[in-house]
Nanobody, 119 residues
Framework: QVQLVESGGGLVQAGGSLRLSCAAS????????MGWYRQAPGKQRELVAR???????MYADSVKGRFTISRDNAENTVYLQMNSLKPEDTAVYYC?????????????WGQGTQVTVSS
């Protein structure tokens, strides 16, 4: 099993910043892609950003230039630095990782962390 533990959500005013963290733990796994998704009330879950083991990144158009994803491979941790936050960024943010464990590729999800941006 692989466990993902997220932290860093909260309430912030528009224009402010937050940093999310997600640490993966378990045994006998190799992480490929780590990413962040979000789900606002009444909407589908959407990809925010992701990063592969080589450091290549991908962002949703809505967050480009404001959010930065990074990872610490040694600590199996992914971060999401969110700047210039807008009320429309309000959502539950979920960490996701794609791992190889005993030759089997699987997706794992964190429990979610609430981000609320007030206007």
């Amino acid at each position: 099993q692989v466990q993902l533990v997220e932290s860093g959500g909260g309430l912030v005013q528009a224009g402010g910043s937050l940093r999310l963290s997600c640490a993966a733990s378990g045994s006998s796994f190799v992480i490929y892609v780590m990413g962040w998704y979000r789900q606002a009330p009444g909407k589908q879950r959407e990809l925010v950003a992701r990063i592969n083991s080589g450091g290549s990144t991908m962002y949703a158009d809505s967050v480009k230039g404001r959010f930065t994803i990074s990872r610490d491979n040694a600590e199996n941790t992914v971060y999401l630095q969110m700047n210039s936050l807008k009320p429309e960024d309000t959502a539950v943010y979920y960490c996701n990782t794609n791992v190889n464990r005993f030759g089997i590729l699987s997706d794992y999800w964190g429990q979610g962390t609430q981000v609320t941006v007030s206007s």
